[in-house]
């Protein structure tokens, strides 16, 4: 059975004419709710009081829909008792059948059967009322395997249905799009495929289409939402974690032709944009006004992408995350309406918080259209410092104890000893290759060198060595770019065909060092190749692990080093994803670390928002979860 049908195989009334998660709008809860258990005390008087033996077992099925975990607990520790304790046999023989004392072995066997009569009809009744012990299946559980890929394989999430889209269909978003369509098979099977992300692809899509407005968009999904087809928002393709695959086929919207600036208001410090417009360019266009931008993730990312995964980058220990620098969006939901979530004022107390619930909805709630983001004032002066460790947990020691310093850094980056050598390999250079941390303090030229002298003191006494700083435009912008460019150093020093994984999690700052060192100790026994660089100010941390996808354990090692990581953030109070998003990748943690409660919460708001779960079915929210 595979881990879509394994996870939801008791939903009879399971729509099929809809796409999307494997449960689509379920109408049965997967988990009963859970009950104050009558098990215990029922159980004691069942051993006890043998007239109250028939009485408990008929009660078997009553309970059954309420609590079936325990319901089969109880029955199967029923049965073995019975099996090995002699005195229990005897006494279910005599409890339930007194007066029977057979002589000759066909009694004997009518006798068992009758008393195991109200067993059979405890088990019946269940399953003529499909109460089957179908317990909410976490995939986070060691102990149940409902992964496509094997145990806790990555793999699980990806698999999808794919139907064919109808000609109506095709002919009518012809007719929207006219020549901004294509249905080539290599620019498929190109938008279907991860570019930076790990994931296997199991479909490409079947149409990929490039709107050029908001009015686009909207005839775009009204026609996806009325033939029921899949709709997959498609920005720069940076993500990591298969967000932009399209496991059930449909639409690609590539939104690289909406990028245009609609205004920017240098007095209020914000700009109105199209979606499409990359963080790069946009510093660019900025530049000449003295303003910037400051949320930097993978070169090439979206302003769209980049609302829609809640992003952030090195900046953000300075200036927030994506959630922090957004004012307003405007969206078009999947019925096709295109509804605000602010104003541009700089706070507002007006109602539910929209913006922020579609900031990280990974394009499953709606499609950003226009964003009004929030500027700074280009720094007057920075400096960018960099030192070196022995051990990668004084390294993140001194990136703890600067923070709790009270500087206002902008960035703290570590990276340790096999990261550097990858940089210098990729970049010609010649750094020490030992953990080491890169700064970066702005203000006034006093106030920044002021702050260095600071960090500077932090670090000696924190066995750290070599601290250099730069102050030169040329060389500060190489050395963040060369950072900012890591993780293709990585790949430079591995062979050609060698993918990477990488992990995100993220914890309390005063748990990173223990984090990064417990980590890196798992790493560093592992035969596979695995770099760490971390935002450290922010306790959010990257593995980048190498591996041989045609080698099946290598990927296995990769993922369970992956796991590890996730288990250890989970156990320090800490997230599987501190910057990257679920996609499909982080799924199978969301339960471990939000409860089931939240995760019904969020597919609530999803039904109600696209109950034909057309907006990228299959991402974020788990398909086990059912409301
Ligand atoms: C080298 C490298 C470095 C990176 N560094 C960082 C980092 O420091 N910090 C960080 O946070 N991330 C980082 N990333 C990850 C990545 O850059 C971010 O996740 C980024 O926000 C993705 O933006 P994108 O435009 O590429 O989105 P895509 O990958 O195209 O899409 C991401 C998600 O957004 C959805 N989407 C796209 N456009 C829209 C829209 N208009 N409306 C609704 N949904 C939409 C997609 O469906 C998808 O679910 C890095 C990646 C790389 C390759």
């Given at each position: 059975m595979d881990q879509r049908s394994a996870a939801c195989h008791h939903e009879s009334t399971h729509d099929q004419?809809?796409?999307?998660?494997?449960?689509?709008?379920?109408?049965?809860?997967?988990?009963?709710?859970?009950?104050?258990?009558?098990?215990?005390?029922?159980?004691?008087l069942f051993n006890k009081t043998p007239g109250v033996r028939y009485f408990a077992l008929l009660h078997f099925a009553v309970l059954f829909p309420f609590s079936e975990n325990e319901s089969m607990?109880?029955?199967?520790?029923?049965?073995?008792?019975?099996?090995?304790?002699?005195?229990?046999?005897?006494?279910?023989?005599?409890?339930?059948?007194?007066?029977?004392?057979?002589?000759?072995?066909?009694?004997?066997?009518?006798?068992?059967?009758?008393?195991?009569?109200?067993?059979?009809?405890?088990?019946?009744?269940?399953?003529?009322?499909?109460?089957?012990p179908v317990a909410a299946p976490s995939l986070c559980d060691a102990g149940l395997d409902l992964r496509v890929g094997g145990k806790d394989s990555t793999d699980l999430v990806v698999k999808g249905v794919h139907r064919e889209v109808p000609n109506k269909f095709i002919q009518e978003l012809k007719d929207i799009l006219q020549d901004n369509l294509t249905l080539d098979f290599e620019e498929r099977f190109f938008h279907g495929k991860p570019q930076n992300?790990?994931?296997?692809?199991?479909?490409?899509?079947?149409?990929?289409?490039?709107?050029?407005?908001?009015?686009?968009?909207?005839?775009?999904?009204?026609?996806?939402n009325k033939y029921k087809v899949p709709i997959v928002p498609y920005g720069g393709a940076t993500s990591i974690e298969g967000h932009t695959l399209a496991p059930h086929g449909g639409v690609c919207i590539n939104m690289s032709l909406m990028k245009k600036i609609k205004s920017l208001n240098v007095e209020d410090l914000d700009i109105v944009v199209e979606p499409g417009i990359g963080w790069i360019e946009l510093n660019e266009y900025l530049k000449s006004y003295g303003l910037f931008f400051p949320l930097?993730?993978?070169?090439?990312?979206?302003?769209?992408?980049?609302?829609?995964?809640?992003?952030?980058?090195?900046?953000?220990?300075?200036?927030?995350?994506?959630?922090?620098?957004?004012?307003?969006?405007?969206?078009?939901?999947?019925?096709?309406?295109?509804?605000?979530?602010?104003?541009?004022?700089?706070?507002?107390?007006?109602?539910y918080d929209l913006t922020r619930l579609l900031i990280g909805s990974e394009g499953t709630l709606g499609i950003i259209t226009e964003v009004t983001l929030r500027l700074q004032r280009l720094p007057q002066h920075s400096v960018v410092a960099m030192c070196n460790f022995q051990t990668i947990k004084d390294a993140a020691d001194v990136a703890i104890a600067t923070?709790?310093?009270?500087?206002?850094?902008?960035?703290?980056?570590?990276?340790?000893?096999?990261?550097?050598?990858?940089?210098?390999?990729?970049?010609?250079?010649?750094?020490?290759?030992?953990?080491?941390?890169?700064?970066?303090?702005?203000?006034?030229?006093?106030?920044?060198?002021?702050?260095?002298?600071?960090?500077?003191?932090?670090?000696?006494?924190?066995?750290?060595?070599?601290?250099?700083?730069?102050?030169?435009?040329?060389?500060?912008?190489?050395?963040?770019?060369?950072?900012?460019?890591?993780?293709?150093?990585?790949?430079?020093?591995?062979?050609?065909?060698?993918?990477?994984?990488?992990?995100?999690?993220?914890?309390?700052?005063?748990?990173?060092?223990?984090?990064?060192?417990?980590s890196k100790q798992e790493l560093d026994a592992s035969p596979l190749l695995c770099m760490?660089?971390?935002?450290?100010?922010?306790?959010?941390?990257?593995?980048?692990?190498?591996?041989?996808?045609?080698?099946?354990?290598?990927?296995?090692?990769?993922?369970?080093?992956?796991?590890?990581?996730?288990?250890?953030?989970?156990?320090?109070?800490?997230?599987?994803?501190?910057?990257?998003?679920?996609?499909?990748?982080?799924?199978?943690?969301?339960?471990?670390?939000?409860?089931?409660?939240?995760?019904?919460?969020m597919k609530r708001i999803k039904s109600v928002l696209d109950p034909n779960d057309i907006m990228n079915p299959g991402k974020l929210i788990p398909p086990h979860v059912c409301i």
């Open positions: 004419s809809t796409w999307g998660s494997a449960c689509g709008v379920s109408r049965q809860p997967v988990g009963r709710r859970p009950h104050p258990s009558p098990l215990p005390a029922l159980y004691k607990r109880f029955l199967s520790t029923l049965l073995t008792r019975i099996a090995s304790e002699p005195y229990l046999r005897r006494s279910l023989r005599s409890g339930l059948l007194p007066s029977l004392s057979p002589a000759r072995a066909g009694d004997r066997i009518f006798a068992w059967s009758r008393a195991l009569a109200p067993l059979a009809v405890a088990a019946g009744a269940a399953l003529a009322f499909d109460l089957r992300s790990f994931h296997r692809a199991v479909n490409v899509p079947d149409v990929v289409v490039f709107p050029r407005s908001q009015d686009d968009v909207q005839k775009i999904i009204a026609a996806c930097d993730p993978g070169p090439g990312a979206t302003i769209g992408g980049m609302c829609a995964t809640r992003c952030s980058g090195s900046l953000a220990v300075r200036y927030g995350t994506m959630r922090d620098n957004v004012i307003n969006l405007q969206v078009v939901l999947a019925n096709g309406e295109v509804i605000k979530t602010g104003s541009r004022a700089r706070k507002s107390a007006a109602g923070m709790l310093s009270g500087i206002q850094v902008s960035r703290v980056e570590l990276l340790d000893e096999v990261q550097v050598k990858a940089i210098n390999m990729a970049n010609g250079k010649n750094l020490p290759e030992v953990p080491t941390l890169m700064f970066e303090f702005i203000g006034t030229e006093a106030y920044a060198r002021e702050q260095t002298l600071i960090v500077q003191k932090i670090v000696s006494e924190h066995n750290g060595s070599d601290f250099v700083f730069v102050e030169d435009a040329d060389a500060k912008n190489e050395l963040w770019k060369i950072r900012k460019e890591a993780l293709w150093a990585c790949y430079a020093m591995a062979p050609n065909n060698y993918e990477a994984m990488i992990t995100d999690v993220c914890v309390p700052l005063s748990r990173l060092a223990e984090c990064i060192s417990i760490v660089l971390a935002h450290a100010g922010d306790g959010n941390f990257h593995t980048i692990i190498m591996f041989d996808p045609d080698q099946e354990e290598q990927r296995q090692e990769a993922e369970r080093l992956n796991h590890f990581m996730v288990q250890t953030a989970l156990s320090l109070e800490g997230t599987c994803t501190g910057e990257h998003g679920v996609g499909t990748g982080k799924m199978k943690y969301m339960e471990k670390e939000l409860g089931i409660g939240a995760l019904r919460t």
